[in-house]
């Protein structure tokens, strides 16, 4: 009979770990004898695991007060985990069901200064497509992925991406005043989804929703495309804006992100 990896546990290893899941937002420093209280566990032992994690810069010891705090290897692993933990591997999957459910061009793309970069997308299986856009860059105000993430700028770096690129009209519907952008960018703020009416390319819509991390920040954003005669305002509003939101939020929640506050 196999055994369980249980069987296979190493107790000081796990010992080790008690004491770095012990770190909270609200303790972010404890002392061997709280630590010890916490975990059951006689002072000695707990203060031979501290000194082994400080000495591979798990933990850090503040030398005034004796307490102890999560040091930065902790976070160079935690960095490790979130990268190989990106938006386009953990978007791909939603991506793929996004299109097979609308029947359209599924993108996601991420900013980068005033232009937003198509990093994946899954195409449509009908012989009537937009051309794909995949890689870049393209300005970000013409364009639903990219207003989905212009909206979340603080105001003072929204004009500086603006002063980098001034918007300039690519067909007769793009948003060249900044007073028209600043209107349509509170809109997607307060409906969080964008819409692209035409503004990149003649005869195209679009219609795209932010995507957020664990720290609730915007990093990207997760849309749909296609011509106009098949998405017409009344799908984009209707029909599509409901299912891409909820495609961003999937991707959001592997990300880490939480709608509950704290």
Not at 49 to 69: H, S
Not at 84 to 107: D, K, N, S, W
Not at 239 to 248: D, G, H, I, Q
């Amino acid at each position: 009979m196999k055994k369980a990896k249980s069987d296979y546990l190493i107790q000081s290893v796990s010992r080790a770990l008690d004491i770095l899941e012990a770190f909270t937002v609200d303790q972010a420093e404890l002392g061997v004898t709280e630590l010890s209280r916490k975990l059951k566990l006689h002072k000695n032992n707990v203060f031979r695991l501290l000194a082994t994690l400080e000495t591979r810069g798990y933990v850090d010891q503040d030398r005034e007060t004796g307490n102890y705090r999560l040091g930065m290897k902790t976070f160079e692993v935690a960095s490790v985990f979130l990268h190989h933990l990106g938006v386009a591997r953990q978007a791909r999957p939603i991506l793929e069901e996004l299109a097979r459910e609308t029947g359209e061009t599924a993108y996601l793309g991420v900013l980068e200064g005033p232009w937003v970069f198509y990093l994946d997308m899954v195409e449509t299986t009908h012989r009537v497509r937009v051309v794909p856009h995949l890689g870049g860059p393209l300005p970000a105000y013409a364009t639903a992925l990219g207003k989905a993430q212009l909206a979340f700028r603080q105001e003072g770096e929204l004009q500086k991406l603006l002063d980098q690129h001034e918007p300039v009209a690519l067909t007769a519907q793009t948003l060249t005043a900044r007073s028209r952008l600043s209107d349509e960018l509170a809109r997607v703020v307060a409906e969080d989804v964008a819409l692209e009416d035409e503004e990149l390319e003649a005869g195209e819509r679009a219609v795209a929703a932010p995507v957020r991390d664990h720290a609730k920040r915007v990093v990207g954003a997760i849309g749909v495309s296609g011509p106009a005669f098949r998405l017409t305002l009344e799908r984009l509003e209707r029909e599509l804006a409901p299912r891409v939101k909820a495609a961003a939020q999937q991707v959001s929640e592997r990300l880490g992100y939480s709608v509950i506050p704290g």
